[in-house]
């Protein structure tokens, strides 16, 4: 099967969503090819992506860590003048696969094995928050293996503090120094993640990778370089502008990426390491001790973003309403530094004396 572009022919064979189980016509979500910039698969509701593959790397989609050489099929993609398509065809006569578009938006393979046997999920694509379109913001790193998931880049720090405290990422991060260009930025390298949206980048398939770096140092524009074909040694040459956004890392099959920044922020190497490690994210605290100074209490509002405390911190009034007075029913655990409560919008991490915050209220 064929799932892309035929420019000969004028054809785009893509996925379309049924409205509900049991009506067939045309839903709100769609799963196709999308050949802006260097292509990958993106799949919309309605024209909102929802989630995207990420570029072809020579062996998988850079987002789709789980497709593997199985049984079952083999894929590959091509990609010239003529067609751009992903493909796939069944190995064995006797098993009958599917990639089926669900009404909910979830793209999912199924398979059967001769006619006496019902379908059976085979791999799903989506499996997870980080799967979500952006879900960490512009510059941020989802992880699914940390918490928070969301972290900022390195040197880059997030663009709305408070929001990022209670869990609302989608604002993302921005640049803790700007950049230098001529002769004053340098690379960091990022290992195991999924490429950011390729829709706005550059590519050039015969460059190798110090190519690729200096192409990028050349355009001040330039803000991030991969190689576009991992196979081997490595090949080709991708290059981003702007924001990078969509970036997930995996434990594994993940792909290396270089993020621009300037040199203050890389050090002394010019090729900075960042693995797959856990992600710094911001915790909005509570602190109180055994003596409160009344009348001088502090308290940010969601809405105020000209704030830009490395620790917010909220009245004793607000912090026993949010919690319903710190309420079992409200807490989610406890770790080395205290209680952790929810609330319907917030999250507080209680740091206190050894009592315990009902008999503190």
Known sequence: ???????????????????????????????????????????????????????????????????????????????????????????????????????????????????THGWTLYTPTQTDDCDTYAFCGANGNCNMASYPKCACLKGFVPKYPIDWGFGDW??????????????????????????????????????????????????????????????????GCLLWFGNLIDIRQFNENGQDIYVRMAASEVGGSSSGNTGAKKSTGIIVSIVLSGVFLLGKTFAFSRQSHSEDPELPLFDLATVVNATNNFSNDNKLGEGGFGAVYKTKRRVFHWIGPSASPSSMA
């Open 170 to 235: 989608s604002n993302g991060c921005v640049r803790r120094t700007e950049l230098v260009c001529q002769g004053g930025d340098k690379f960091l390298k990022y290992t195991e993640v999924k490429l950011p949206d390729t829709r706005l980048s550059w590519f050039n398939e015969s460059m190798n990778l110090q190519e690729c770096e200096r192409t990028c140092l050349m355009n001040c524009s330039c803000t991030a370089y991969s190689n576009s074909d991992i196979r081997g040694q490595g090949s």
């Open 1 to 115: 099967m064929k799932f892309g572009i035929d420019r000969v022919k004028g054809l785009d064979r893509y996925l379309t969503s049924w409205k509900s189980a049991d009506d067939p016509s045309p839903g709100d979500f769609t799963y196709r090819l999308d050949s802006s910039g260097y292509p990958q698969l993106i799949l919309r509701k309605r024209s909102v992506v929802q989630f995207r593959s990420g570029p072809w790397n020579g062996i998988r989609f850079s987002g789709v860590p789980q497709l593997k050489p199985n049984p079952v099929y083999m894929f590959g993609f091509v990609f010239n003048q003529n067609e751009i398509y992903y493909y796939f065809n069944i190995l064995n006569s006797s098993i009958t696969s599917m990639l089926v578009l669900k009404e909910n938006g979830i793209a999912q393979r199924f398979t059967r094995i001769g006619q």
